[in-house]
């Protein structure tokens, strides 16, 4: 039955990847209906999480975010499979950058870096877009899915972009060894910790909260500048990019200092917009453990 389950998924998804927009968004919205008001899916969390995250908005306001939320995150749904037949000259048409500057200059400079963007945006559609910023050679880390064979078809679909993969835990392993490559490597680094005192921890959104230091790690031991992608939604199926430099001489910076600014460009990107976060997952399940003098 599972097998049967997984087919019926890839076939649901090789349709959504041939469908026009204009028809995909209506598909969207029923889904949306769906999701938000009849299967309720993380309504609790969603909501929990932006009345901590906003205190200084009203109950009403909270609402209007969280329903353009999950309006967001059926448009990111069905747009992700578009990546099937998704032409590298549809995405430069899809997805303006504001600023390329900032990755032309790494490359005239002969540095490697990281590309490290929050669940914002579309960042499925971002790795179609990448080769197209500069000369850098682009890669992107992903983590693997439980399922093996859901894995699989996540992996199929990101083979479709222009982008070499690298699972997480031998990217430093593959990146190390390219001591002769000029690379550009995705990192989605802003995935739910597991609250060890040896994670990063600080105030973000009114909260205390934990970060992965593994952007930090890798991009010291690697000397790799660090890029913030800042992707405001303009419109449905219409990017925005904005490039940060976070640092590019990481081996310069104090312990936790890119953490830290990473966290507060995303703080501040939020406050811009803040529907356009992945608000369903369980940012803050996690309290740091106090210490006793």
């Known amino acids: ?164 993969m690298m699972e997480s835990d031998a990217a430093l392993r593959t990146l190390a060894r390219r001591k002769d490559t000029l690379d550009a490597v995705l990192i989605l680094a802003d995935q739910t910790s597991f609250g060890l005192d040896s994670d990063y921890w600080n105030t973000f959104l009114h909260q205390e909260t934990c970060w992965f230091t593994g952007l930090e790690r890798m991009s010291k031991f690697l000397d790799y500048a660090i890029v913030f992608v800042d992707m405001k939604r303009v419109r449905r199926g219409q990017y925005e990019l904005t490039f940060h430099l976070i640092t590019d001489d990481p081996k310069a910076t104090a312990k936790g200092e890119i953490m830290e600014q990473y966290s507060q460009h995303i703080e501040r990107f939020l406050h811009e917009q803040p529907d356009n976060w992945l608000w369903s997952h369980k940012r803050w399940k996690h309290v740091r453990k106090q210490t006793v003098a």
């Open 1 to 164: 039955m599972k097998k049967v389950g997984f087919l019926l998924v890839k076939l649901w998804a090789y349709g959504l990847s041939i469908t026009p927009f204009w028809l995909l968004y209506l598909r969207s919205d029923f889904y949306f209906l769906i999701v938000y008001h009849l299967a309720h899916y993380r309504r609790k969390v969603v909501r929990q999480n932006l009345l901590r995250s906003f205190p200084e908005k009203d109950l009403k306001e909270i609402k209007a975010i969280e329903k353009r939320f999950y309006h967001n995150l059926c448009d990111q749904v069905v747009e992700m499979f578009k990546l099937f037949h998704m032409s590298v000259d549809e995405a430069k048409q899809r997805i303006l950058v504001t600023n390329p500057e900032v990755v032309e200059a790494l490359y005239d400079q002969r540095k490697s870096f990281f590309f490290a963007i929050p669940h914002s945006g579309n960042w499925e559609w971002f790795g179609k877009r990448m080769q197209t910023f500069s000369g850098h050679h682009p890669m992107a880390i992903y983590k693997k899915v439980k399922n093996p064979d859901f894995d699989r078809f996540i992996l199929d679909l990101r083979t479709s972009l222009p982008v070499e």
